[in-house]
């Protein structure tokens, strides 16, 4: 398997799935895509349907990276998707299965579930690629003979799941911006709580913004970013993504008897990571109908998959929402499905995205190109705060079942596109607790609490509180290093 960018840099070259997996953006500023999607055979689809998650994430895995010897993929697979780090569910058979189907009922003829992922350490769906990543880049590391420090800047989720993913690894190191006292006490708990020692967080006084700033001023300081070995495991990362394929293979087996049935999912989207791989999973040839869209009130998205306009957004128009991950100005994986969309043209991705740079979007509403998005199985839809407050409400009444704000607005918006006789799955991307005052607000009840989080708040928290410049940052990283 041979990797390409976006935008054309690589190809003729060889870019194997280990040269790609610590690095971040392509040398031309592009994202890296197989130079084809591998296929999967009738034959493979009918095996793969009683596998085991980790046996399931290895053979979807093995076609993207054969330069990775086989027991070797095997034994990360099956350390990574083990039920007991999936653990955090309702009932033990649940933890077997990593990312079970839960049934939620009939809606406009047909089945209407939620696939779990969000059972994992931090409770919510970036564990599913993070875990694997830390067991990745620990692999890697070691034969390459190599350490990594991984610097990052966090208003909860990603940073959360990333030490959960990294702690206690050999080779890396973990230094993690959040602006001091501005997360909730559950999200601060969360990640202060770590005593490993590769794990360090950094508590800017500031706010998310300025955390942003300081990890790009260092980022940009090749020197200094080549001296000490800094890298980051942002949404763009090709092995996040590829991890989040196997899921999309998982549900479509749970949720119908024969590979002759097609499914729709629908997923809660920020930076189109998670339904990047879903078109993925749908290019391999996944029986899939639709990949519905769900942003909450940035919607970029689904302002592009309704009209072909893609706009990106100024910070003033940046929204603060109730369903925090998905608060986007652009999505950040949106060019590897464009890429996919125009016919894997290099040359135009180039300028589409020039002009994203200077003019701030792009309009396909005119080319004939937009028109192919049905082809590829997109439509889309927004939520507002009021929405996700009336569908937390109404899944609790109807079916019994506590849903995050996130996933209420997938399931909001999975209800405008059901089609009779074509299951409906939305991905469940966070558990309630995270995001416990919405749910307050929805259910006047607190939410439900896994057992390993009760009285996460008392732990002893470990952090070193900095200023909001990135110099002090990179004395203190050069410290500890
Ligand atoms: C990150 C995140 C999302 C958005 O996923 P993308 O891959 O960025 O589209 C949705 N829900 C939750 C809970 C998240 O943490």
Redesign the pocket.
Known sequence: MNYISTRGAGIGERHTFSDILLGGLAKDGGLYLPTEYPRVTADELTAWRTLSYADLAYEILRKFSDDIPAEDLRSLTHSTYTASVYSNVRDHESAVQITPLKTLGEEGGTTVSLLEL?NGPTL???DMAMQLLGNLFEYTLAKQGQTLNILGATSG??GS?AEYAMRGKQGVRVFMLSPHQKMSAFQTAQMFSLQDPNIFNLAVVGNFDNCQDIVKAVSNDHAFKAANKIGTVN?INWARVVA?VIYYFKGYFAATKSNAERVSFT??????????AGHIARMMGLPIEQLVVATNENDVLDEFFRTGIYRVRTAAETYHTT?P??D?SK???FERFVFDLLGRDPARVLQLFRDVEEKGGFDLAASGDFARVREFGFVSGRSSHADRVDTIRDAFKRYGTMI?T??ADGLKVAREHLKPGVPMIVLE??QPI?FGETIREALEREPERPAAFIGIEELPQKFDIVAADASVVKAYIAERI
């Open positions: 969000s919510a769906f970036k989720d990603t799941a949404s989040q997923v809660p989207s920020g930076n189109f990571g998670n339904v990047c369903s991950s998905m986007i999505a950040s994986n995050d996130h996933t991307t966070a995270k």
